[in-house]
């Protein structure tokens, strides 16, 4: 094509006929006017005939093989369009106003300023520079220029910045990408939207309690509501509330006006749930019901996921489900802890959950109902609280719901897994809503649940109240302890002296060194000690010594083993189901028709399975995990002695400890259930002294680590015989000395 090339509008036509032979003739002729009025230019310069012609044929190729499918649509109705990014050569900045010319509309991304593109133009004739007034040039690192017709109207008005440093072609592309691989996780997108918050007055109940068809904007434009809404009111809105309230307003009468505002609800035909203290987790069962595979990524397991929820009945419902859940999930796959075995771990429960509820919450379901569901966070729930829950409570408050969680004791932190901070955290995180509304009342009351029933509500006196705020005054942050005031607490083991064991044993807990409380944990410092030997190789002096330590609460071991491997135990055929992915099964153990300690106060059972699971956890015990010896262990503390099991009753954790004395005079080696035994009592919180006079390793076999101090008191001596303490007496004591023998040092 340039190998008989003249500089002449008729040659350049002519060749652009036969080589894109798409163009109109109007078309061809704008381009061979411009490439024509381009070369002129070049000519005027002092280029030679050659140099024209190298630059007509980079015209050429880069017209047929870069913009060939858009030549043909030059100064047509939808106007073609060229963007490019980077630093823009001479000759291909002439092409480019070529095609500017010729009715393309053109936009140069320069990221690195203007400075290069004025050496080639420096009067800004063949383009227009974008100017903001209110920006100084010196605060433009990254600059754009327009081609075209009406360019210099392009963006007047925008804010002008620099490119961002990761901003190219390629990173568009991928974000109209990521945008439609989102209108895919969502299928058909649903056509109602909800009004959550906007329309409420911020009185609480009273807000629930507005009949669905008196809700409206009515002009408000406070509180949390999808950004789309302009209007009052809107046929395709459905309006809901999302509503914290933390403390009571009055005592008196809150658990009187829950009651009633539940019985409200129910009258006006609206469907209810309500959960106290936590979610129950999904059942082996509910789990096994969602589908799902291994994901290579967030889209995946979304996409897939989601085919889980079914509303056969309402397609709009299903469509606000999937849309709830996918962008709960979106923004919770951004966390930068965030990992596909976790994020599937957390959609698998809020399916699991809406498939448990769906049926109770939209029975029915027919625009624009609101159903209700009530979380009442009360202090009397024994279990853990799942971090996903507030996930699900967000989930539910996109969907025509009303979401209501109570909070009224103010003083009460609940407890999630064995890190409760780290948990609590993330509830209260993953509860973090920018539509969430929260009314805070100064007044706090301890509620266990949502009064449902006439024969359940349980309704303070005023001088009840009163004396619970007493209560509040006295034995909190004041060394003064109430009656069985903690239910929890851990046991400290103490290092102490040889002669401190006598000084402490009969001191109440709180009067201990490194005693605390915490929140509603009582932290115990407890005697564990091994006491080695003989001081002064004093038979006599040395039972007098221990039956020092014999008190009413006192546990006596003088024959080993205490507890008997061979005697019938009920638990442990059953023990083997009682334990399975690392947790004690609770409800299953209780249920057991051999469980022994139904009768005990549910806290007091809760306690002892604690610290069953926390020996487990500790691996204390040598062989846990290793032949079976975790069935053991929960074999032995399921089958507690009596007077064991009544001493842990009574125990009150800031007073007097329950005790053990354990003394093995001879060569037998302490039984596995013996050590468990130890193990556990000193978690529970008892005080326990070994006395060993021989000095053995008798004790140590079946722990793990070195557990216990050990004081070596004097000589060993063997083969001794454990008298009856009742008939141990310590020596007289002698005759104190008169005035003048303590002055002059002796008798007269």
């Not at 539509?435 to 029933?453: C, D, I, Q, T």
Request: net charge negative.
């Amino acid at each position: 094509m340039g190998m008989d090339f003249v500089l002449s509008q008729e040659f350049i036509s002519t060749s652009l006929e036969k080589w894109l032979p798409r163009m109109k003739v109007h078309q061809r002729k704008n381009v061979a006017d411009s490439i024509y009025d381009s070369l002129f230019l070049l000519r005027r310069e002092g280029k030679n005939d050659n140099m024209l012609r190298n630059a007509y044929i980079k015209f050429m190729c880069w017209l047929y093989y870069k913009f060939e499918r858009i030549v043909n649509l030059l100064g047509e109705e939808e106007i073609p369009k060229i963007l490019y990014e980077g630093e823009i050569s001479r000759y291909e900045l002439m092409l480019i106003s070529i095609l500017a010319n010729a009715g393309c509309d053109v936009v140069l991304l320069q990221y690195h300023g203007d400075k290069k593109y004025l050496e080639l133009d420096p009067k800004s004739a063949l383009s227009d520079e974008l100017q903001i007034q209110s920006l100084k040039r010196t605060e433009i690192t990254g600059q754009e220029r327009y081609m075209g017709p009406g360019a210099e109207n392009a963006l007047s008005g925008s804010e002008m910045k620099a490119f961002p440093a990761e901003f190219n072609l390629k990173w568009l592309r991928e974000q109209i990408q990521r945008e439609m691989n989102a209108e895919r996780l969502y299928g058909k997108k649903p056509e109602l939207l909800n009004c959550t918050n906007a329309w409420i007055s911020g009185k609480g109940l009273d807000d629930i309690r507005t009949p669905v068809m008196n809700r409206r904007l009515e002009g408000k434009s406070d509180g949390a509501v999808n950004e789309t809404l302009n209007g009052t009111s809107d046929p395709k809105l459905f309006y809901n509330c999302f509503l914290l309230i933390n403390g009571v307003e009055d005592k008196l009468t809150y658990l009187n006006e829950l009651y009633q505002f539940g019985q409200e609800l129910k009258a006006a035909g609206r469907p209810v749930v309500i959960v106290n203290g936590r979610i129950q987790p999904p059942s082996p069962e509910e789990i096994a019901g969602i589908r799902r595979q291994n994901y290579r990524n967030t889209d995946e397991l979304l996409m897939n996921l989601s085919e889980n929820i079914h509303y056969a009945s309402e397609p709009e419902l299903q469509r606000l489900m999937v849309k709830a859940f996918v962008d709960i999930m979106k923004k919770e796959a951004s966390h930068p802890d965030m990992n596909l075995n976790k994020l599937t771990g957390k959609a698998v429960y809020l399916l699991c959950w809406l498939k448990r509820y769906q049926a109770q919450l939209f029975p029915a379901w027919k625009m624009p109902e609101i159903s209700c569901f009530i979380y009442m966070e009360g202090n009397g729930s024994t279990g853990n609280r799942n971090e996903a829950e507030g996930l699900f409570l967000k989930m539910l408050s996109r969907l025509p719901t009303d979401v209501l969680i109570l909070n009224p004791d103010r003083n009460h932190k609940v407890e999630f897994g064995e890190v409760p901070e780290k948990l609590q955290e993330n509830f209260r995180k993953n509860l973090q809503d920018k539509m969430l509304y929260e009314l805070n009342f100064e007044e706090s009351l301890s509620v266990k649940e949502f009064p449902e029933e006439n024969n359940s509500v349980q309704m303070g006196t005023a001088a009840y109240h009163a004396e619970r705020e007493l209560d509040t005054l006295m034995y909190q942050n004041s060394g003064l302890y109430r009656e069985k005031q903690y239910q929890k607490a851990v046991s400290v083991s103490l290092q102490t002296m040889y002669e401190e064991i006598w000084m402490l044993w009969k001191e109440d807990l709180k009067y201990r060194p490194n005693f605390s409380t915490t929140e509603d944990k009582v932290n115990m410092p407890v005697i564990f000690a091994k006491v080695s030997g003989v001081k002064d190789g004093s038979v006599a002096h040395y039972w007098e010594k221990i039956q020092e330590l014999i008190t009413e609460d006192t546990v006596v071991v003088k024959n080993v083993p205490f507890l008997d491997p061979m005697k019938e135990n009920s638990m442990k055929a059953p023990a083997v189901g009682f334990y399975r992915n690392h947790r004690l099964q609770r409800e299953k153990i209780k249920k057991h028709p051999d469980y022994p300690y139904g009768f005990l106060r549910e806290e007091i059972q809760e306690y002892i399975l604690d610290k069953l699971q926390l020996l487990i956890d500790e691996k204390l015990i040598r062989g846990t995990f290793e032949n079976g010896t975790e069935y053991t262990i929960i074999a032995t503390v399921l089958n507690l002695p009596k007077e064991i099991l009544r001493l842990i009753q009574k125990f009150d954790f800031t007073k007097k400890n329950p005790k053990m004395v354990y003394i093995n005079t001879g060569e037998k080696i302490m039984s596995l259930e013996d050590s468990i035994l130890t193990a556990f009592l000193n978690l529970v919180g008892f005080d326990i002294v070994f006395f060993i006079p021989t000095g053995y390793q008798n004790i140590e076999k079946h722990f793990n680590r070195k557990v216990m101090e050990e004081h070596q008191a004097g000589e060993y001596l063997y083969d001794l015989t454990v008298p009856d303490f009742r008939t141990v007496s310590a020596s007289s004591p002698a005759k104190p000395k008169s005035w003048i023998e303590r002055l002059f040092g002796g008798g007269v």
